[in-house]
């Protein structure tokens, strides 16, 4: 198995199975291109450097933390949704149920996370020029931005492996009925 690394620097966004540099390479031939896996993480990539490119200082206007409150929570609802779809794959495939329940309950703690290390309302720190002053944890946005990548990651690859056997399943059913009528 090999891997590439993915958007921030975070391995395993382009994370491929068998020897294609590009997808999966199966024995039958068949090779499934994990760029749907990285079109699917582009809007939480968007979402999380804007989370972590604000600007350092450490006086903010209550407009801009609002708005830094509102992307790190937005970022944890889409989560959320994408847990559930998640877990409903699992509770579908038992073979790789505990591998996606495991990454749902990593990117549902790092969402979490995020939401929690955004929040505006546990600040009390308001200045004479009517600016908060906070001290914005930077490193856990960070960490908690990569645990989410990758247990996002891990989740949408494990559904590719979904889908990839049942296209198998689905070939190898229709290869049986063309042989049983052709004999």
Same mark, same amino acid.
């Given at each position: ?40 993480? #582009?809007?939480?990539?968007? !979402? /999380? =450097? ?8 450490? @006086?903010?206007?209550?407009?801009? %933390? ?59 720190? #308001?200045?004479?020029?009517? !600016? /908060? =002053? ?8 960070? @960490?908690?931005?990569?645990?989410? %990548? ?34």
């Amino acid at each position: 198995m090999a891997a590439s690394p993915g958007p921030a620097g975070v391995g395993g966004a382009g994370a491929v199975y068998g020897s294609g540099s590009s997808g999966f390479a199966l024995d039958s031939g068949l090779e499934i291109k994990t760029r749907s896996v990285e079109q699917t993480l #582009l809007p939480l990539v968007s !979402q /999380i =450097t804007t989370l972590i490119n604000h600007k350092d200082n450490t @006086k903010k206007s209550d407009k801009t %933390l609002q708005a830094i409150q509102r992307v790190g929570q937005a970022v944890n609802l889409a989560v959320g949704r994408f847990v559930k779809v998640g877990e409903a794959i699992a509770n579908e495939n038992w073979d790789l149920k505990e591998e996606i329940n495991i990454a749902c309950i990593e990117a549902k703690q790092a969402g979490e996370t995020i939401a929690a290390l955004t929040d505006i309302t546990n600040l009390n720190h #308001l200045e004479s020029d009517g !600016q /908060i =002053t906070i001290f914005t944890d930077k490193t856990g946005v960070i @960490k908690a931005a990569r645990l989410l %990548l990758s247990s996002v990651t891990k989740v949408l690859l494990l559904a590719d492996r979904v889908v990839i056997k049942q296209i198998i399943t689905s070939r190898n059913k229709r290869l049986t009925i063309y042989n049983l009528r052709h004999s």
